[in-house]
């Protein structure tokens, strides 16, 4: 699977919007790109997945580059609940297993 | 709905002793993940299950781990002559197949193992 790299860390306002950015400059044809979330204790969150196409769910929104090498998980209005680690992870369609390979993710700090 | 759940929440061990930390996954859900995460960093992948058979098991770290799925459903990750190294929260994740990208993984709340 693709390598992601991810800021370590970031603020956002509350009710602002939050943009997450996810470089996968190696990404192939056939990878998705996951956006996972992980809250202080808890297990990890699917948030959001999408392959080329810009994705939106009820939780955020997904924006692909053309080229494909980057995107943005944007949570459109962050409130204190959505402080958590978020991870970008690349990975191969229909692959057996679908293990997820985390990396270090992007610590959001939702401020008041 | 009931979702993935871990027992125990919090187990502490003392060096070489031999631990279970059990999860009970989603019911239906065919595919089940362990993964384990150290402090600061992201979880990573340990063995997955198809229904009871392992069918990777390429991320366990040496021959002291081990875990089973006898029926197809709860899974028990088995640790032996345990160390200070292996202390780390341990995930437990199911999905309802194995296969394609839509089959999110749901996670458990983990098991925190601290091996004293």
Redesign the interface.
Known sequence: DAKTTQPTSMDCAEGRAANLPCNHSTISGNE?VYWYRQIH??????II?G?KNNETNEMASLIITEDRKSSTLILPHATLRDTA?Y?CIV?V?????????????TRLMVKP | GAG?SQTPSNKVTEKGKYVELRCDPISGHT?L?W?RQSLG?????LI?F?GTGA??DS?LPNDRFFAVRPEGSVSTLKIQRTERGDSAVY?C?S?PM????D????????TRLTVL
Not at chain 1, 41 to 46: A, K, L
Not at chain 1, 93 to 105: I, K, R, V
Not at chain 2, 98 to 101: A, E, I, L, N, Y
């Open positions: 998705y204790s808890q297990g990890p969150q699917y997945h392959l680690v991870y990975r369609a229909m692959d057996a297993g679908n293990m997820l390979t985390f990396g270090g993710g | 993935v595919a993940y993964y960093q992201g979880p990573e992948f997955y198809q069918a990777d991320g995930l994740a999905s194995g296969g394609g990208t089959n999110e993984q749901f996670f458990g709340p983990g």
